[in-house]
């Protein structure tokens, strides 16, 4: 079955510590990761993708399908970094897209 | 771009009234989402819809729940009657399919919903 797991519902760092939230995912098919992002007050949008190779706010993330993860990663946390982080697949195979979340994971980063 | 508008932002009904939900994507998006967001869990996909056809609904509970996007634009999801345990927030989420390749889904601000 498909699935996305976030094993941490809370993350709490002091600013400027590096940051890694984790994410496993269980796909029989080709998967496209994603990180999902929703600061408080703000509806939920895309931080990166996979496919993009990008670095965004400073986070970046590599998928590793050996060991089924795409953690997403900081080296420096800011206190504006503080939001609800979202893993989500995309499902490829004829299912158009559809995305399967994670539980999410709360940063908290600390002055 | 306003982006994604949803309505009502919050609605509170006692069980066993309907509610309805209304969703309007952004313009030129031909696909549709509407997720069900639990307390402390992540989005779940409701029902997809590509123009006005609704391609995937496996996941909507069909006693209760509807939903339509009679003219491919804006969707209305409908719950009726509606239980306790549909307290929840309802995010809608709009996106443009190319072909075979699905572009970024956006989303839009849900609506929480609070059944007494």
């Known amino acids: 079955a498909q699935r996305v797991t976030q094993p941490e519902k809370l993350l709490s760092v002091f600013k400027g510590a590096p940051v890694e939230l984790k994410c496993n995912y269980s796909y029989s098919g080709s998967p496209e990761l994603f990180w999902y992002v929703q600061y408080s007050r703000q509806r939920l949008q895309l931080l990166l993708r996979?496919?993009s190779r990008e670095s965004i706010k400073g986070f970046t993330a590599d998928l590793n399908k050996g060991e089924t993860s795409f953690h997403l990663k900081k080296p420096f946390a800011q206190e504006e970094d503080s939001a609800m982080y979202y893993c989500a697949l995309a499902q490829t195979d004829n299912q158009g897209g559809k995305l399967i979340f994670g539980q999410g994971t709360e940063l908290s980063v600390k002055p | 771009e306003a982006g994604v508008v949803q309505s009502p932002r919050y609605k509170i009904i006692e069980k066993k009234q309907p509610v309805a939900f209304w969703c309007n994507p952004i313009s030129g998006h031909n696909t549709l989402y509407w997720y069900l967001q639990n307390l402390g869990q992540g989005p779940e996909l409701l029902i997809r819809?590509?123009?006005?056809?609704?391609?995937?609904d496996s996941q909507l509970p069909k006693d209760r729940f509807s939903a339509e996007r009679l003219k491919g634009v804006d969707s209305t999801l409908k719950i009726q009657p509606a239980e306790l345990g549909d307290s929840a927030v309802y995010l809608c989420?709009?996106?443009?399919?190319?072909?075979?390749?699905?572009?970024?889904?956006?989303f839009g601000p849900g609506t929480r919903l609070t059944v007494l």
């Open positions: 996979h496919i």
């Open positions: 819809y590509e123009n006005e056809e609704a391609v995937d």
């Open positions: 989420a709009s996106s443009l399919r190319q072909g075979d390749h699905h572009n970024e889904q956006f």
